[in-house]
């Protein structure tokens, strides 16, 4: 009885996230775009205005729906994108790949060497990255369950971003990346850096550092 009147508190004063859930998990089957207007509404309080989008988060919704370059699917696709960079720009940008399997129970372990990222090519977030500092104390099955749990998220039916609706679902392992300097601080994360551009001009960048550490 008190779990139920927590929940219906919860709903009570959470009404917007509440109906913002029921739509993500059992309103799937809508179109892109009223899909994405219920969604906005509950979590932003306000309707997106399709017609003339202003704020950040209303383009960005706006792009989901009317910008679907075919180029864009590889380059949400961690694997199929490093081809197209290095046609671009070189080979010597491009991270090295150990190697690439279709399901976490493939990979071969004893091919990769004591430190090692392991990444699936079709998600976004740290849930699809693994990161292997120290094979000897390295959980292999861990490693396993959390690619799986990653191989099973579909960025696309949650959140509509059409880049990522027919990527295809790999995992690959890469090159662990870390300033001589730091080659023996396990503790080590490298610091990520995301450019924000408006027309085609860089207006922010943001710096993620340890993203991986405990």
């Known amino acids: 009885m008190i779990s139920i009147k927590r929940g219906i508190s919860y709903i009570i004063h959470n009404r917007a ?8 998990h059992f309103f799937g089957w809508l179109p892109d775009k009223l899909y994405l207007s219920l969604r906005y ?3 932003m309080g306000r309707w997106i205005n399709w017609k003339k989008p202003r704020t950040f988060t209303e383009k960005i919704q706006w ?3 009317y ?3 075919p180029e864009y699917t590889i380059m949400v696709d961690k694997y199929a994108v490093k081809k197209y960079v290095a046609d671009r720009i070189g080979e010597k940008y491009i ?8 399901s976490p129970e493939d990979i071969d372990w004893n091919s990769l060497p004591d430190q090692f990222v ?12 693994v990161v292997c500092k120290d094979k000897e104390t390295f959980n292999n099955g861990d490693a396993i369950a959390q690619l799986n749990g990653s191989m099973e998220e579909n960025i696309y039916r949650n959140f509509r971003e059409w880049p990522y609706k ?17 080659s023996d601080d396990f503790s080590f994360d490298l610091t990520d850096y995301k450019f924000f551009c408006f027309n085609g001009v860089p207006k922010y960048c943001q710096v993620i550092r340890d993203r991986h550490s405990k």
């Open 95 to 102: 991270i090295p790949t150990l190697g690439v399997w279709e």
């Open 41 to 43: 509404r509950f979590n």
């Open 17 to 24: 996230l509440f109906c913002d859930s029921v739509v993500k």
């Open 166 to 182: 027919d990527v295809q679902k790999r995992i690959i392992a890469e090159k662990f990346m870390t300033p001589h300097d730091k």
């Open 67 to 69: 910008n679907r370059r």
């Open 63 to 65: 792009l989901k729906v």
């Open 118 to 129: 392991l990444k699936t090519t079709h998600g976004g977030g740290s849930g699809g990255v």
